[in-house]
């Protein structure tokens, strides 16, 4: 059985764990932050705790056996409602998967520490750090070159179809995925054409939205990201999907 000075030195080492991933969610602003991150450490730790020595005055007894991983197995499972909690679906995207993946695996880190493996869950807590806050600017680098983006068109009827599209666009057309043409209900003698691209840069876009302003049959263009957001000329709509 644990001394009193452990068990509550294992519950402080949980919670400062937890508040080292929770600060990161935190200065995101996200749902489950600072406080949630702790919370879930320090009982996840107790849950362990209890799971490993809460049961010792009785395994003395006859025809007595236990498993001590298995109350601990349930906060692995049972962590998934909090996480759930921290999922949003915005439109089309999704968001929260970050901090709900962070939520699990502080629940980890807990486990670790209520069952005395301080140097794994130390470890564990700077490769998760690492994770949070070190790759993320290469994650945003990559997403914005993979990005979907649209550009809705208002053209004269008929105007714009797929062949004359790929003539406007050259070598670029590889880069087209969507492409949908209905009459405008707003005004019949034109075309609303929406038009999607995958896998292109800023700069690219923006070439590719000049080709098409520069079309004699486009009067009007808008832009899109994939999630919804729209803009005006060159303006570019940034969507985060953490």
């Avoid at 699990?104 to 670790?112: D, F, K, P, R, S």
């Avoid at 790759?135 to 062949?163: C, F, N, Q, W």
Wanted: proline share 2%; glycine share 10%.
């Amino acid at each position: 059985m644990l001394g009193n000075s452990e068990l509550i030195m294992r519950l402080i080492l949980a919670a400062i764990l937890g508040s080292v991933i929770g600060f990161e969610r935190e200065r995101q602003s996200w749902a489950a932050g600072l406080r949630t991150h702790m919370l879930v450490c320090v009982s996840s730790a107790l849950v362990m705790i209890v799971s490993a020595f809460g049961f010792a005055d009785v395994l003395g007894r006859p025809n007595v056996v236990l498993d001590p991983s298995r109350i601990a197995a349930q906060v692995v499972s049972g962590i998934g409602f909090l996480g759930a909690g921290a999922i949003l679906l915005r439109g089309e995207v999704i968001r929260g998967l970050t901090t709900a993946a962070s939520v699990w695996a502080v629940a980890a880190i807990g486990l670790a520490v209520g069952a005395g493996l301080n140097t794994a869950a130390i470890a564990a807590t700077v490769i998760i750090l690492a994770i949070l806050a070190g790759m993320k600017p290469i994650e945003r680098h990559y997403i914005s070159m993979r990005l979907r983006r649209r550009v809705t068109l208002r053209v004269e009827h008929g105007a714009l179809m797929l062949d004359s599209l790929r003539s406007i666009l050259g070598r670029s057309s590889e880069r087209v995925k969507q492409f949908i043409v209905q009459q405008s209900e707003e005004e019949p003698e034109y075309d609303d054409v929406v038009i999607g691209f995958s896998r292109v840069s800023n700069d690219e876009f923006i070439k590719l939205c000049d080709l098409l302003r520069r079309a004699s049959c486009v009067r009007d263009l808008r832009e899109e990201i994939e999630n919804g957001e729209s803009g005006n000329g060159s303006e570019d709509a940034r969507a985060d999907g953490r």
